[in-house]
């Protein structure tokens, strides 16, 4: 009886033990995300709202580099994650947000002059909205016991179709500018904004549950642990501008 006893209160200690670890892991990941999005914040800010750097960003030819570093550092993230390091990977997270930070500074700049229906409060709007459902998303992934590996691949897929005809979107309107087809904020540039929308949403629930599963089979590898935090926080703060911008494109149509 003793035995038995012992053997019980080992299993919950190691399932107590257990629990924290994922917890602390997860919270890890969770953290550096919001850094993320904190530093990502004030550089956009600062981008769109300090004249002489809105004058050097968003004129031509620097406007280009802005418009395609996220685009290049994300396709080149597939490489470069192959064999990742935690220095590698953290790298990478940094140079992204830096470069996404970059590029949403246009709607700070576009706030500032009254243009396109953009003010502070529909970016505080957004924000606070693309918070709300990241937030439910995630809890919902973390605690399901449903596997979300089928769904999850399935807006793997969606989520690429609609980066290739949103590239092709961001290219024609320089080609054809007279076209309101191709317009910002024409229906169709909504429909693409609400497809990333909707596979970033799915993706988050996802991503979360694969994380636990990926604390699991690493069986407390720290090397691996580290890179893990660094690529679920990348994965979810590109899940987290694409909600936050279809939310913008919507509440700026208002």
């Known amino acids: 009886m003793n035995d038995f006893n012992t053997y019980m209160a080992h ?16 919270l890890g990941v969770y953290n550096k995300l919001a850094l993320g999005i904190a530093v990502s914040g004030i550089i956009a800010y ?12 968003y004129t031509a030819p620097m406007v280009y580099v802005v418009m395609f570093a996220p685009v290049a550092l994300i396709l080149g ?3 470069m994650m192959k064999n990742p390091s935690p220095t590698g990977s953290a790298i990478l997270y940094w140079g992204i947000v830096v470069a996404l930070g970059l590029s949403m500074g246009v709607y700070f700049l576009m706030a500032n002059l009254n243009m396109g229906g953009m003010t502070h409060f529909v970016i505080t709007k957004a924000f606070l909205a693309t918070s709300a459902t990241f937030a439910g998303l995630s809890l919902f992934g973390y605690t399901t016991k449903r596997d979300l590996g089928p769904i999850g691949t399935f807006a793997i897929m969606g989520l ?12 024609l309107p320089m080609i054809f500018p007279s076209v309101p087809f191709l317009e910002v904020g024409s229906p169709m540039q909504l429909l693409i904004s609400g497809a990333f929308a909707l596979f970033s949403a799915i993706l988050v629930a996802w991503n979360t549950q694969s994380l636990k599963e990926t604390y699991f089979a690493l069986g407390g590898d720290q090397r691996g642990m580290a ?17 936050f911008q279809f939310f913008l494109s919507m509440m700026s149509n208002d």
């Open 46 to 57: 600062v981008a769109g709202s300090v004249a002489p750097i809105s004058a050097a960003v």
């Open 77 to 79: 993230s597939m490489f």
């Open 11 to 26: 299993g919950r200690t190691m399932d107590a033990s257990v629990n924290e670890g994922l917890r602390s892991f997860m």
């Open 227 to 243: 890179v893990a935090t660094n690529i679920g926080a990348l994965n979810f703060f590109i899940y987290f501008v694409n909600i």
């Open 160 to 171: 690429w179709g609609a980066f290739i005809i949103g590239m092709l979107f961001a290219v």
